[in-house]
């Protein structure tokens, strides 16, 4: 099995071979809808098989895709529609195309529209072409014939707010989004009987290199979370072996740890007692403590494990063996907790624009703070005020039509300058902070303080304003 996601009620299942024929539709569609070498086409639709039919297609017909977020405001996709000079743009459904209504309404490339839902809603729009998926691929039955990229082509253009706020889109090279996804895989190796459940949007380049390149660089299968609210559910039902997350994710299961432990004196007791024992077990595991030494204490470990641990990581299904976090720093306090449940947690760094994975921490190497070491092939270093530099083998081509933006990101050595302030300790690299004033909120997603500031001082009724967020989830 592929891929799985849940429509009309049930889960749909598809395998690598039915993969195969949808993405030979997809192919000859873009043919037919005349695309050509070095078109930008835009995606806006959930986590679905489409999104990784469509962007497979596009990519081996030669085609850049840009990938929009679907709650990200109409003036930023307007932009990047118009920034990247998108021909065509996939879409969910006939309630999305209100997001799309700035960039049509103001002219641009974007000539046509394909409907995954509501195809009822086909003719034109602001004189744009719209046609109904199904429509689409059904008239297309020809061979496409061979693929036609090379490693170094730009595969997909990902804008990120970077280091000023404003979006721009890294051109990221076929070369460079495996690259990265196969030097992931030596940190965690995907394994054929994986099940990665996909929550992050595959819009985030996070997500894209973990639950779309790792997962099928171990032919893994991949189920589509249906959404927040039915993650529980999806969780009980789908029982991932691998879950990729914002922090946010595992502070919110931190929090209702504490709460419900909070009820009663003796369970938040036991949680405290076997967090404890558990971290120090693991610390003992990996030589960083005396083992013999914390001996009386971790004969409790199989009792508490049984009582306390096992119960409360049930929520994730039972048979997760990797826990990543990653797209902005997890605390502390919140990894060293989930470890010493014993959840299998591991993070890492990373940037859009080094595609993105900079460092991972190992299950045998896990010092939490830390996100990790490099990844094998990528160099770092510091400057003299502390800001992390990379040279990496994925690192982006530069900035679409930004040569400028480009110039200040990457140096003439071929350093990508991160904006993040950092530090060594023992070989594991800790992020300290950020150079220029942007929050990286505990969700992964950024926002430009200046920005924010400035709007609420346009309003007389404020003279000064400070907006903050770094590591919460919210401004």
């Not at 195969?20 to 539709?25: D, F, G, K, N, Y």
């Not at 419900?260 to 404890?276: C, D, N």
Request: net charge negative.
């Amino acid at each position: 099995m592929a891929y799985s996601e849940f429509d009309d009620g049930k889960w749909r299942n598809v395998t690598w071979r039915e993969m195969e024929r949808i993405v030979t539709r997809y192919r000859v569609a873009l043919d037919q809808a005349g695309m050509k070498d070095g078109d930008r086409v835009a995606i806006l639709l959930p986590n679905c098989i489409d999104w990784i039919a469509f962007d497979i297609a596009a990519m081996a017909n030669g085609l850049i895709t840009v990938p929009l977020y679907l709650q990200d405001s109409e003036a930023n996709i307007d932009f990047v529609l118009s920034n990247c000079g998108a021909r065509l743009c996939l879409v969910e459904s006939v309630q999305r195309l209100e997001a799309l209504k700035p960039a049509l309404a103001g002219g641009g490339t974007l000539s046509q529209i394909w409907l995954r839902r509501n195809g009822e809603a086909q003719g034109q729009v602001y004189g744009r072409k719209v046609r109904s998926l199904g429509e689409v691929l059904d008239l297309a039955e020809d061979d496409p014939g061979p693929i036609r990229c090379a490693p170094k082509d730009i595969a997909t253009i990902i804008h990120t707010s970077g280091t000023t706020g404003r979006p721009k889109g890294a051109m990221l090279s076929h070369h460079a989004l495996l690259w990265d996804a196969e030097a992931v895989a030596e940190n965690v190796p995907p394994l054929t009987s994986d099940v990665f459940l996909s929550l992050l949007p595959i819009s985030h380049a996070f997500e894209r290199t973990m639950s779309y390149h790792l997962a099928m660089m171990g032919g893994s299968r991949v189920v589509f979370a249906r959404a927040i609210e039915t993650l529980k559910q999806d969780i009980s039902e789908v029982r991932p072996t691998i879950l990729v997350a914002v922090p946010r994710l595992y502070e919110r299961l931190y929090e209702a740890i504490l709460h419900e432990a909070s009820q009663s004196s003796l369970k938040s007791w036991l949680v405290k007692m076997t967090v404890a024992i558990g971290w120090r077990r693991f610390e003992a595991r990996r030589g960083r403590v005396n083992m013999f030494s914390q001996m009386p204490s971790l004969l409790f470990w199989p009792l508490l494990e049984r009582l306390v641990a096992r119960p409360i990581l049930q929520a994730f299904g039972g048979r997760l063996r990797v826990a990543a976090s990653g797209g902005a720093q997890l605390s502390t306090e919140v990894s060293q907790f989930l470890i010493g449940l014993g959840l299998p947690l591991v993070e890492g760094y990373g940037l859009t624009e080094a595609a993105p994975v900079v460092s991972g921490t190992t299950f045998e190497d896990n010092l939490p703070g830390s996100v990790g070491k490099p990844l094998r092939g990528i160099e770092t270093r510091l400057t003299a005020e502390g800001e992390l530099l990379i040279r990496t083998p994925a690192l982006m081509q530069g900035y679409w039509n930004d040569p400028k933006g480009t110039a200040s990101a990457i140096d003439e050595e071929g350093w990508l300058h991160s904006g993040d302030t950092a530090e060594f300790r023992e070989d594991h690299l800790f992020i300290t902070g950020r150079l220029k004033d942007v929050i990286v909120l505990s969700t992964g997603k950024k926002a430009a303080a200046t920005e924010i500031e400035a709007a609420i001082q346009a309003d007389p009724l404020f003279e000064q304003c400070c907006a903050l967020g770094d590591n919460r989830p919210f401004v």
